[in-house]
């Protein structure tokens, strides 16, 4: 059976020849015509096609979008914020540069739209460093859509005035963290605040009332203002709505960014059919399905068990390349749909020295507020380190494996199970790999191999 | 600190963005960085002062941050993405051959003062892997064959300058 077909929505107009960023483009392809229409109704009644959508969050955590603004405390008094998380700092992840860098008023109409909804008067975008072109082009963006009243004050001659100001981070991937973005927005080191009580519905930006939402959500958020929330969450699967885009990486043929329905493909059908398969005489040997925290998934084995598809349970039985890629069955095999990074692996890598690489990723990343996951990322590091480039013992897997079971829920924010998850999933998969890595360094590489630490 | 005017009018603009001044605190950084080449303690004084802020609400921003830089570096910058994707694909030999071509080490200004390389992790670029900033610029599947003609590039540019 050939793979479906892809249906882009967000990404109708990526790479499309002639399409311009700029604000006379967006409006001759019918930009902010969904605006103009969503703010003739109710607010609430915009916030209900949310819930009704169905949408989850596309940014890592796939928390339903309705349920969030419905969080959302309204009673205090306080301004309520909308900060665009537009860090994309999940390694693997690659989408909303696409978005913001080709179609920045796709962005801006979901942001204002979300903003009517939710009584919003003031949103930032947070925005990576590593984007400047990004961030000037946003800037741009909004100036020209400030200047025509899409934004601003007195939006489309209504009373109701709103203001979005870009803010550009500056290298840190804990920034992609709600509470450690907002602490950041804030000018300050972004070190995550405990939950409870600094929920951001609540205790948010300036501890007023905060929505934190990715750019891909936000864009969705457009296009159930256009088609209604009950026509949208026909889109995919039943609490998989929607489409979402997945980013390819690694080594496959044709690495790339595709759309495609949310748990309409299979893990088989995007890697062979969509990107072309492994390159020449490889075989793939692994895959991370969501971004690098995600836990890794083995070819070749398998996973059972029962789900509910419709009203009742049936049974299944998937190997990798059998598993649609959305965020309940990547969750019931556990690993998750995370940010739609997927890192592909052939068998030329060796597992350990996969693991290396993203260890010293999660140690320079830590912010260091906690003391298992500041020591225990670092630790991680050491050990594979050493394990490449030194000494390696058998039972280093296993001690890598104990520093990773003393991370995962000791930490105020999720980075703690971001960089245990990693370890302990290659070395349960894999751990034939860390026991004989020792000898198998002994045994010559051949020249060219990829070095990954 | 001796600021442009524009780089100051931008600056006083920018500090409206929020309700309270800290919040300009990274936007600060980022101007004074971009037009002195770095941030010095002169400059931690300078932002406090002009925030409202004492002196280490400024300097620990700037000592987490990997992107802000206590010190000088080469003309231009060259930033290899270290992170798997581009690694599964090559990254480690693109920044051996920008370490090799400007006698360096990541993390060093070439001895001509030319370059800075710098081994940096995830661009968010991986599906073009292997991807390397230089400045601004984003230059996607530099291989090591790739990295030598951009290295020959920015030497005949500054061959040129001279």
Sequence with gaps: MPAPAQRRIIFQHIDEPGYTNDLACYVKHGGYEIMKKAFQRPPAELVDEVKKSGLRGRGGAGFPCGVKWGLLDKKSGKPIYLVVNADESEPGTFKD???MHQDPHQLIEGIMITCFAN?????????????PHGARILEKAIAEARAANFCGPNVLGSSYGCEIYVHRGAGAYIC???????????GKRPYPRIKPPYFPAVLGLYQCPTIVNNVETLCHVKHIAAMGGAEFAKIGTPNNTGTRILCVSGHVQKPGYYEFEV???TMGELLNDVCGGPLPGRKFKAVIPGGSSAKVLKFGERFKGKRKVGAEMVDYDWAVEDVPMDFDCLGMIGTMGGSGGVIVMDDSVNMVE????INAFYAHESCGQCTPCREGSLWMKKISSRMVHGAARPEDGQLLKSVADQIAGRTICAFGEACAWPTQSYVAKFGDEFKGYADAKKTAKPGGVTDLI | MNLKPATLSQIDEVITHYPTKRSATLPLLHLIQEEVGFISNEAIEWVAAKLGLQPINVYEVVTFYPMFRQKPIGRRHIKVCRTLSCALLGGYKTCATFEQEFHTHAGEVSPDGEVTVEFVECLASCGTAPVVMIDDELHEKVDAAKAKQLSDQIKAEAQARK
């Design chain 1, 97 to 99: 540069r696409y978005i």
């Design chain 1, 119 to 131: 009584n919003v008067k003031q949103a930032y975008i947070y925005i990576r460093g590593e984007f």
């Design chain 1, 176 to 186: 992609g963290e709600e509470t450690g973005l907002i602490e950041s927005l804030e």
């Design chain 1, 263 to 265: 748990g309409k493909i």
């Design chain 1, 354 to 357: 996969a693991l290396a690489n």
